[in-house]
């Protein structure tokens, strides 16, 4: 039964290309977040959503837009990909009232060419 | 903003040796201390956790030391093992909070 699960695990795709990686846990918590994981491995914040509210939103460009239409989804859209878009993006869910710690979705590994 | 900070950012050992990674953190409210291991190709999962109520806690060769009044708590690992090998990462922050912001890592390498 997985607990964080998004989709895909993997994408290529051409600059100027579009794209969205889906996002949805059953854990029942209440805060989603999206990080950044570059080729040095540093697990950079890009946003943190509560009850569907955007709490965080990190020094992100525009081009990234992340989309919760319920408390057990956080989505994230990316307009316009350029080459330093690529890296593996991680979904993460954690509940207010049950501490911090952080379950992790499996990752998805962008490249853009 | 939070600065969170990690020593060494690689650490090479022999199996059987021990390994101590240190986190400094800046905000004086954290009160959660986690570490956090990925594996190659994995996802980060969380291995141990202190509150700041406690000065230290083990899990079998796993455990965390925490000094809140010089703000860095310390991951060490006895009896390393080829498994043992991964990225750590600490994420000092406020219990409930919902932000997250992770130290650099540590690579971790056990030869046998």
Known sequence: ?????????YLVTQMGNDK???????????TMYWYKQDSKKFLKIMFSYNNKELIINETVPNRFSPKS??????NLHINSLELGDSAVYFCA????DRGS???FGQGTRLTVV | GENVEQHPSTLSVQEGDSAVIKCTYSDSASNYFPWYKQELGKRPQLII???SNVGEKKDQRIA???????????????????????VYFCAPSRWGYNKLIFGAGTRLAVHP
């Open chain 2, 49 to 51: 956790d202190i509150r």
């Open chain 1, 69 to 74: 239409p319920d408390k057990a989804h956080l």
């Open chain 1, 20 to 30: 969205s990686i889906k996002c949805e846990q059953n854990l029942g918590h209440d």
């Open chain 1, 93 to 96: 869910s954690s509940h207010r």
């Open chain 2, 64 to 86: 965390v030391t925490l000094n809140k009044t010089a703000k860095h708590f310390s991951l060490h690992i006895t009896e390393t093992q080829p498994e043992d090998s991964a």
């Open chain 1, 101 to 103: 710690e952080a379950f």
């Open chain 1, 1 to 9: 039964d997985t607990a964080v699960s998004q989709t895909p695990k």
